[in-house]
């Protein structure tokens, strides 16, 4: 399946003074985005977490993790909620300072500043990256449908999965073995919050582009040597 017009560019190199990230992925920005719910089955199960965090480039070419921003959600009427999905992610859904906001309000949350993001690093449209990101973009895709969101800043199939990065680079597809084979600190108490999942995830997906950029560059040196 390719991309259509609607979704993004087709392969048209960036504007000469485009900033950096325009031409680093095809015109997209990736945004790590991580979602806690209520179980697995995202058209049953309740959104109740979201947590994004837009990629970010400098001078030299490294991407970097930009801000973060994350929302609470109140469970939308008719879905389900497994208590042990609770029991695993820590959700307290009656917590006083939980501030939880109804999915299109939420979404908004998330996209108006992805939005700027995209916008302001001179990109067409946002990617997802996520460690088994299907997943996330599945709960995503289907809060956007359940309001009728016509807003969304991101491709509505195409994903970038950590999962298969971190299998490349260091052999592991767990995030938590990952993230440490990276060389990142990782904080099991921590584990099952959107933000922190999605804060580790970023760090993960820049320390394996970072790698393959830092090869890649030395390929490029010794091909000019010879």
Request: proline share 6%.
């Amino acid at each position: 399946m390719e991309d259509n017009d609607e979704q993004g560019p087709r392969g048209s190199a960036a504007a000469p003074d485009a900033p950096p990230m325009a031409g680093r992925f095809r015109g997209y920005l990736p945004v790590v985005m991580d979602v806690e719910t209520g179980g697995f089955d995202c058209k049953r199960h309740a959104l109740l977490e979201m947590a994004a965090v837009p990629i970010e480039i400098d001078e030299d070419g490294f991407l970097f993790p930009g801000e973060t921003v994350s929302v609470h959600v109140e469970p939308a009427p008719g879905l389900e909620i497994d208590p042990k999905s609770l029991e695993i992610t820590g959700i307290r859904l009656d917590h006083p300072f939980r501030d939880a906001q109804t999915e299109r309000d939420a979404l908004d949350r998330i996209f108006v500043p992805i939005r700027a993001a995209t916008k302001r690093n001179g990109c067409q449209r946002a990617i997802l990256v996520g460690h088994n990101a299907h997943f996330d973009l599945g709960f995503l895709n289907a809060a956007i449908a359940r309001v009728g969101h016509k807003r969304s800043p991101f491709h509505s199939f195409s994903t970038m999965d950590t999962v298969t990065l971190a299998a490349m680079a260091y052999g592991q597809t767990v995030l938590a073995r990952a993230v440490q084979a990276a060389g990142l600190h990782w904080d099991s108490a921590e584990a099952h919050s959107a933000v922190y999942d999605t804060e580790r995830t970023a760090q993960l997906f820049c320390a394996v582009m970072n790698r393959w950029k830092q090869f890649n560059d030395l390929d490029l040196a010794h091909a000019a040597e010879d």
